[in-house]
């Protein structure tokens, strides 16, 4: 989904109906934060929003999501695009997450057999040292291409202000987390909290 350019859609629709952000958002019952929000390309309307907007904007979903208006023939070849998007970002997270926790399965099953085997057979002592080096290499290595999949899969929401975003690789590794919580510094209200986990960037969960 392009939220740039469904953003700049949704307030051309508006401006051209003569409605003020306000105007729009009261219309809908929701802030006028909200509807800022979408304008700058920062969020998508939750599915549960996406026809009233609609109805009040005078299109369909289908262009909503494509950021345009759709001539008749286009319009059954974005229906489809536009869904599959919907549906796959969420796939892909998901897929990515199991793909970590294998990563870390593989790695630390490989990584302990070296230490293991580094401490039980008879071998002379630079083999041994060798062993443990390679050990540490591939747990490290392995935890890194981890963190790597996890942190680019789906986004974090402030417990401030509800803002998802992705954090920075920094902001993520020296964060102190929990399985499904991280605590990060929100882009937007600045203020640290404890983020949770979200399967996509766009709120319609
Ligand atoms: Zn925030």
Redesign the pocket.
Known sequence: MDQIKIGKFIAELRKERGLTQRELADLLAISDKTVSKWERGSGLPEVSLMLPLCKELGITVNELLSGKRLEAFEYQQNAEANIMKLINEKEETKRKIILAVIVVFITLLAGISLLLVSELAELPDDWRIALVVIALVVIFGGCGVAATLEMTSGAFE?A??G?RFIPTAGAYIMGMHTITRRYLK?P??G?KSWCIRRMSITPDE
């Open positions: 402030c401030k202000c803002e929100c937007k209200c203020k």
